[in-house]
């Protein structure tokens, strides 16, 4: 039970302001169809963290602080660039919907690599040994965070600025992959 608590309450925590979601967020004025976008996020984020579980449970002793920070700002640089490029249509995002829930699985499971929820999970299945623990408390903390954004966004759709918020989503990412580059650079040089 400890391991569930504690993973929960520290995903719930770090999710809020995360890239994910950001994400959501950025979902929910697209499609404007909440619950396919929560069933996509749940569904991503139980293979996402089984297996990040899974990692940290097979590879505890060589997970060390320097590696998941640089592997952190690395996928967070590149995710702030990523955001950065346009659609084909110039900068809106497909919204045609026509399966919301496997655009939000697709798409949120390749967010979450790398994120810090997922590095959380990893971290605390290696210490817990607990896959099925960390794993319920993480997706159920995720969802928790992200599920009043997904109903907000919905309800605010029509005025959201689509362009600024992936910029500003962009600069954020960029912001926290820089902040993730100075730890691994001193804990690599330390």
């Given at each position: 039970?400890?391991?569930?608590?504690?993973?929960?309450?520290?995903?719930?925590i770090?999710?809020?302001?995360?890239?994910?979601?950001?994400?959501?967020?950025?979902?929910?004025?697209?499609?404007?169809?909440?619950?396919?976008?929560?069933?996509?996020i749940?569904?991503?984020?139980?293979?996402?963290?089984?297996?990040?579980?899974?990692?940290?449970?097979?590879?505890?002793?060589w997970?060390?602080?320097?590696?998941?920070?640089t592997?952190?700002?690395?996928?967070?640089?590149?995710?702030?660039?990523?955001?950065?490029?346009?659609?084909?249509?110039?900068?809106?995002?497909?919204?045609?919907?026509?399966?919301?829930f496997?655009?939000?699985?697709?798409?949120?499971?390749?967010?979450?690599?790398?994120?810090?929820?997922?590095?959380?999970?990893?971290?605390?299945?290696?210490?817990?040994?607990?896959l099925?623990?960390?794993?319920?408390?993480?997706?159920?903390?995720?969802?928790?965070?992200?599920?009043?954004?997904?109903?907000?966004?919905?309800?605010?759709?029509?005025?959201?600025?689509?362009?600024t918020?992936?910029?500003?989503?962009?600069?954020?990412?960029?912001?926290?992959?820089?902040?993730?580059?100075?730890?691994?650079?001193?804990?690599?040089?330390?």
């Amino acid at each position: 039970m400890e391991a569930f608590l504690v993973t929960f309450g520290a995903v719930a925590i770090a999710e809020i302001g995360d890239r994910t979601q950001l994400l959501a967020l950025m979902l929910a004025a697209c499609y404007r169809k909440p619950w396919p976008i929560l069933a996509g996020i749940v569904a991503a984020t139980l293979v996402n963290h089984l297996a990040a579980g899974a990692v940290g449970i097979l590879l505890a002793d060589w997970l060390k602080p320097r590696v998941l920070d640089t592997v952190v700002a690395v996928s967070l640089l590149v995710m702030a660039g990523w955001t950065l490029i346009p659609d084909k249509d110039g900068g809106k995002p497909d919204c045609s919907a026509r399966n919301v829930f496997l655009a939000t699985l697709w798409i949120f499971f390749m967010t979450e690599i790398g994120d810090k929820t997922q590095i959380v999970t990893t971290t605390l299945a290696a210490g817990y040994h607990s896959l099925v623990a960390v794993v319920a408390g993480s997706t159920l903390g995720l969802l928790i965070a992200d599920a009043p954004v997904v109903f907000l966004g919905n309800a605010f759709a029509g005025r959201l600025p689509l362009k600024t918020i992936r910029y500003v989503a962009a600069a954020i990412f960029a912001g926290l992959g820089i902040v993730f580059a100075v730890r691994a650079s001193m804990a690599w040089s330390g």
